[in-house]
C-alpha cells in the first residue's frame, strides 16, 4: 500500500480524487506513515481545501489504535508537496499540547513558511524562554535521560530556534543571532548559537558550493544556512544586504558544473550590489 500511495502522490490527477478521499477517511490516524503522508500530499496537490480538514484529523488524531504519524505529519508531507495550507495548520499546532507536533510544526515553517512566520516562531520561542526561566538546568539532560519526555520539551526550543535560525524566507544575521542569544541561558541553544555566531565573526563571509555525484547532488553553504540548488542559493544571497562581501570557495578539483556556476555567481553578486573578495578551493 505505500508503493500504490507513493505512485498516487506523485503521479495521480484529480479523476480518482473521490475514490482515495473516500477510502482513506476511513482510516484517517490509522495507517502507517508510508502510507497516510503520500495520501494527504496527494489530496493536497490536487485540492487543498480537501486536505485541510483532512490534515487537522490526521494530526488531532491520538491514543489507543491510532498511529502517531501526526508526530512526523508536517515534514511527511511537505517534503512530498507543500501548499500554504499546511503554514495555517502548522501555526496553530505550535501550540499543541503534544510537543512532538510542535516540535514538527516549527521544522515545516522554516524550512517552507513565508516571510511572515518569522515574526510567528520569534514569539513562541520567547513564550518558550520564558518558561524555563529559573530552571534551565532541568533540561541539561544526561544521556541516560534521554529517553524521557524531557527531551521534548528541550526539542521543542531546539526546533524554534533552529527554524528561526535557518528559515528559508528570511535572514537572520548576527544581530538577530545575538538577539536570540539574550533569551535563553539552557546549554544546549546557547552551544548552538555560539556556532552560528562564530560563523559570523569571520569576514567576509564564504560562500562554499559543490555539484556532487548522485545522489548527493548540488550542495552549498553560505553562513549558517544550508542549500541544495543555484537557485535556492542565490535567494537566500539575495537577503543580504547590498555591500555584502563574500568569498567564493569550491573544492579543488575543477568541473564544467563547479565553473559554470562559480561564473553565475559572480555575475549575480554584481547583479545585486554584492562584493566579491576572492575566491579560494578548499581542500
Same mark, same amino acid.
Given at each position: 500500500? *505505500?508503493?500504490?500511495?507513493?505512485?498516487?502522490?506523485?503521479?495521480?490527477?484529480?479523476?480518482?480524487?473521490?475514490?482515495?478521499?473516500?477510502?482513506?477517511?476511513?482510516?484517517?490516524?490509522?495507517?502507517?506513515?508510508? @502510507?497516510?503522508?503520500?495520501?494527504?500530499?496527494?489530496?493536497?496537490?490536487?485540492?487543498?481545501?480537501?486536505?485541510?480538514?483532512?490534515?487537522?484529523?490526521? @494530526?488531532?488524531?491520538?491514543?489507543?489504535?491510532?498511529?502517531?504519524?501526526?508526530?512526523?505529519?508536517?515534514? /511527511?508531507? *511537505?517534503? &512530498?508537496?507543500?501548499?500554504?495550507?499546511?503554514? /495555517?495548520?502548522? @501555526?496553530?499546532?505550535?501550540?499543541?499540547?503534544?510537543?512532538?507536533?510542535?516540535?514538527?510544526?516549527?521544522?515545516?515553517?522554516?524550512?517552507?513558511?513565508?516571510?511572515?512566520?518569522? *515574526?510567528?516562531?520569534?514569539?513562541?520561542?520567547?513564550?518558550?524562554?520564558?518558561?524555563?526561566?529559573?530552571?534551565?538546568?532541568?533540561?541539561? #539532560?544526561?544521556?541516560?535521560?534521554?529517553?524521557?519526555?524531557?527531551?521534548?520539551?528541550? $526539542? #521543542?526550543?531546539?526546533?524554534?530556534?533552529?527554524?528561526?535560525?535557518?528559515?528559508? %524566507?528570511?535572514?537572520?544575521?548576527?544581530?538577530?543571532?545575538?538577539? #536570540?542569544?539574550?533569551?535563553?541561558?539552557?546549554?544546549?541553544?546557547?552551544?548552538?548559537? /555560539?556556532?552560528? #555566531?562564530? @560563523?559570523?565573526?569571520?569576514?567576509?563571509?564564504? &560562500?562554499?558550493?559543490?555539484?556532487?555525484?548522485?545522489?548527493? $547532488?548540488?550542495?552549498?553553504?553560505?553562513?549558517?544556512?544550508?542549500?541544495?540548488?543555484?537557485?535556492?542559493?542565490?535567494?537566500? &544571497?539575495?537577503?543580504?544586504?547590498?555591500?555584502?562581501?563574500?568569498? &567564493?570557495?569550491?573544492?579543488?578539483?575543477?568541473?564544467?558544473?563547479?565553473?559554470?556556476?562559480? %561564473?553565475?555567481?559572480?555575475?549575480?553578486?554584481?547583479?545585486?550590489?554584492?562584493?566579491? %573578495?576572492?575566491?579560494?578551493?578548499?581542500?
Amino acid at each position: 500500500m *505505500s508503493n500504490v500511495a507513493s505512485l498516487i502522490a506523485r503521479y495521480a490527477t484529480g479523476a480518482i480524487l473521490p475514490q482515495v478521499v473516500g477510502k482513506f477517511d476511513l482510516s484517517i490516524g490509522k495507517w502507517g506513515c508510508a @502510507i497516510q503522508a503520500p495520501i494527504l500530499a496527494y489530496i493536497l496537490r490536487v485540492s487543498p481545501a480537501l486536505a485541510r480538514p483532512r490534515i487537522e484529523q490526521a @494530526i488531532a488524531a491520538r491514543g489507543t489504535g491510532y498511529s502517531e504519524c501526526n508526530h512526523e505529519l508536517f515534514q /511527511d508531507v *511537505s517534503e &512530498i508537496h507543500y501548499d500554504p495550507v499546511l503554514q /495555517d495548520i502548522a @501555526i496553530r499546532s505550535l501550540d499543541d499540547s503534544d510537543p512532538q507536533v510542535a516540535m514538527t510544526a516549527a521544522t515545516m515553517l522554516g524550512d517552507f513558511g513565508s516571510a511572515d512566520v518569522e *515574526s510567528v516562531l520569534w514569539q513562541h520561542y520567547a513564550d518558550w524562554s520564558a518558561q524555563w526561566v529559573g530552571r534551565e538546568s532541568e533540561l541539561d #539532560l544526561t544521556f541516560a535521560e534521554m529517553g524521557s519526555n524531557r527531551v521534548y520539551d528541550l $526539542g #521543542l526550543g531546539e526546533n524554534l530556534l533552529r527554524a528561526i535560525v535557518t528559515g528559508k %524566507a528570511w535572514l537572520t544575521d548576527v544581530n538577530k543571532l545575538e538577539r #536570540l542569544a539574550q533569551l535563553t541561558t539552557v546549554t544546549r541553544l546557547q552551544q548552538m548559537l /555560539d556556532g552560528d #555566531l562564530k @560563523i559570523w565573526t569571520t569576514q567576509p563571509l564564504t &560562500i562554499s558550493f559543490n555539484h556532487n555525484l548522485w545522489p548527493v $547532488g548540488f550542495d552549498a553553504r553560505v553562513a549558517q544556512y544550508e542549500l541544495h540548488s543555484i537557485g535556492a542559493l542565490e535567494s537566500k &544571497i539575495e537577503q543580504f544586504p547590498p555591500g555584502t562581501r563574500f568569498f &567564493i570557495s569550491t573544492p579543488p578539483m575543477d568541473s564544467p558544473a563547479n565553473d559554470k556556476s562559480r %561564473a553565475e555567481l559572480r555575475s549575480f553578486l554584481q547583479a545585486h550590489g554584492m562584493f566579491l %573578495a576572492g575566491e579560494r578551493r578548499a581542500y
